[in-house]
């Protein structure tokens, strides 16, 4: 018995560090995991803090109020005019880009052929520049006197009045984020098997039945993708609304941005930001949770 109480006493250590041990595809992902940690968790929970912490201060983790969320939600407050146009110009944006996009990505996918590359680096290539200088190039060709209006009134016409309205406000975050709709639906669109489609084809399928009952379904995965991507960069878009839009409209990054900067009130920013960042959420998780994931994939 003394023998069996030891040998139990002297493995117990050993099944303790087995129990605490690693397994090798952890350890892999142990850096990704950290760097996710120190990158994502890490600032989002510093804003969660002050955004209960006492308005116009510092007091991070020394306090908590709901006065920020108290003023935000005062019928006084006209705050929520930016979140509706914040959210209005991500959905427009990616509705517009779901219709532009889509024949672009099927091109590249099945009928550009060798000039797929150069095509898509023509749509890449606008991102090694900055997205102000990209915006104040389009300000340029529609401003009074520019490049549109000029060219107009060579010919006996006049430019349209665009500039600084909700309308160049939606076309410069089309322009924007067009490469993050296209990529991801391309990639789905390549996932379709060319011999299903051509066997749909032999079989007599109509171009609009196959693309209804088999492309769709199948780059589904990418196409929603792109949209939710497009759809989070949207909401969070600022400078489309300063250089095209001219403050016309006043979008909550805006809010946040002024709250951080000139008012130097952080909790109350913190506040806007954690709001925005539910509310986004929350989306997201809706949108998803109505779609069949099993059946899009395939799976039964």
């Not at 430019?159 to 406000?169: C, K, W």
């Not at 990529?183 to 109509?206: I, Y």
Request: net charge positive; glycine share 8%; aromatic share 12%.
């Amino acid at each position: 018995m003394a023998d069996a109480s030891r040998l139990a006493v002297g493995a117990s250590p050993a099944r303790t560090r087995a129990a605490f041990r690693l397994s090798r595809g952890a350890l892999c992902s142990l850096p990704v995991g950290l760097t996710l940690l120190l990158g994502f968790v890490a600032p989002l929970a510093t804003v969660a803090a002050y955004a209960f912490a006492t308005p116009k201060s510092f007091d991070v983790f020394r306090s908590f109020t709901l006065t920020n969320f108290a003023s935000i939600f005062d019928p006084a407050n006209t705050v929520w005019q930016s979140f509706v146009w914040s959210l209005g110009l991500a959905v427009l944006t990616v509705v517009a880009l779901a219709v532009v996009a889509y024949p672009i990505a099927w091109g590249l996918a099945r009928s550009f052929g060798r000039w797929s590359g150069f095509i898509s680096v023509l749509f890449v290539f606008p991102l090694f520049v900055s997205e102000n200088v990209r915006l104040y190039g389009w300000t340029l060709f529609f401003l009074k006197n520019g490049v549109l209006d000029g060219t107009l009134k060579l010919v006996g016409g006049a430019g349209p009045e665009v500039l600084y309205t909700p309308g160049a406000i939606l076309f410069g975050m089309v322009y924007v984020y067009l490469p993050f709709m296209l990529f991801p639906m391309t990639l789905g669109l390549a996932m379709v098997p060319k011999d299903l489609v051509e066997a749909a084809r032999d079989l007599g399928a109509s171009r609009l039945l196959i693309w209804r009952e088999i492309e769709l379904p199948l780059a589904t995965p990418g196409v929603l993708i792109g949209m939710l991507l497009t759809f989070v960069l949207a909401v969070g878009a600022v400078a489309e609304s300063k250089v095209l839009g001219g403050q016309s409209v006043i979008v909550i990054t805006h809010d946040i941005e002024i709250a951080f900067t000139y008012a130097q009130n952080w909790p109350l920013g913190s506040a806007l930001a954690l709001l925005l960042t539910v509310i986004v959420g929350a989306l997201s998780l809706a949108a998803l949770a109505k779609l069949d994931l099993d059946r899009i994939l395939g799976r039964r």
